[in-house]
């Protein structure tokens, strides 16, 4: 089985802070892990992912993520807020089982202070 | 380039009235296919997948089904829809390295 936990329903920071959002999985093989983004009534967008190989994966808009086996984490992480990044944030974990259907978090809503 | 596309974006529906929502993808064949619903609030739930032409597993026993009439096309569809069917309907393809999502329907039961 797998599961995901996205700490935080909502993150506020200022302009030009850091973003970091929490993820950590549970799985019982080697994981894959994504981030997806969700602007306002569109679909979701794959941001980043870690499948195998380097630990440390660079996104899209800056963003990126590392895969830490000790902590079961995938944080994402930011240098620094744009008001373009407030949105919805979703981490992902899938190929427990054999099946590549993942399991998503809840989510996290992002909110950027001017 | 793949792409997939839904329709419509939006969709004000009564009470009891049927629905059919469609997804086609575009620059690949014989693609894995998903439905996930998006209630207000509320997380990703996965409602139908198809692996090909016919084959329709489903996740959620309720009001809705799913079809698969040609290799790129996938439907949902409620004979008579439920207030609680009200949400953002999503489509999706091939998630072994990161789904592509389409664009969404936002369905609003009346």
């Known amino acids: 089985a797998q599961s995901v936990t996205q700490l935080g329903s909502h993150v506020s920071v200022s302009e030009g802070a850091l973003v970091l959002l929490r993820c950590n999985y549970s799985?019982?093989?080697?994981?894959?892990l994504f981030w997806y983004v969700q602007y306002p009534n569109q679909g979701l967008q794959l941001l980043l992912k870690?499948?195998?190989?380097?630990?440390l994966v660079k996104g899209i808009n800056g963003f990126e993520a590392e895969f830490k086996k000790s902590e079961t984490s995938f944080h994402l992480t930011k240098p620094s807020a744009h008001m373009s990044d407030a949105a919805e944030y979703f981490c992902?974990?899938?190929?427990?089982?054999?099946?590549?259907?993942?399991?998503f978090g809840r989510g996290t809503s992002l909110i950027v202070h001017p | 380039s793949q792409t997939i596309h839904q329709w419509p974006a939006t969709l004000v529906q009564p009470v009891g009235s049927p629905l059919s929502l469609e997804c086609t993808v575009e620059?690949?064949?014989?693609?894995?296919l998903y439905w996930y619903r998006q209630a207000a609030g509320r997380g990703l739930q996965l409602l139908f997948y198809?692996?090909?032409?016919?084959?329709i597993s489903s996740e959620v026993p309720q009001n809705l089904s799913a079809s698969r009439p040609q290799d790129r096309q996938f439907i949902l569809s409620s004979k008579k829809l439920l207030l609680s069917d009200s949400g953002f309907y999503l489509c999706?393809?091939?998630?072994?390295?990161?789904?592509?999502f389409g664009s969404g329907t936002r369905l609003t039961v009346v």
């Open positions: 999706a393809w091939n998630p072994v390295y990161g789904y592509t």
């Open positions: 799985s019982s093989v080697p994981p894959y």
């Open positions: 870690y499948t195998t190989g380097a630990t």
């Open positions: 992902a974990v899938s190929r427990a089982g054999g099946s590549y259907i993942p399991t």
């Open positions: 620059g690949t064949s014989n693609p894995n």
């Open positions: 198809s692996v090909g032409i016919g084959q």
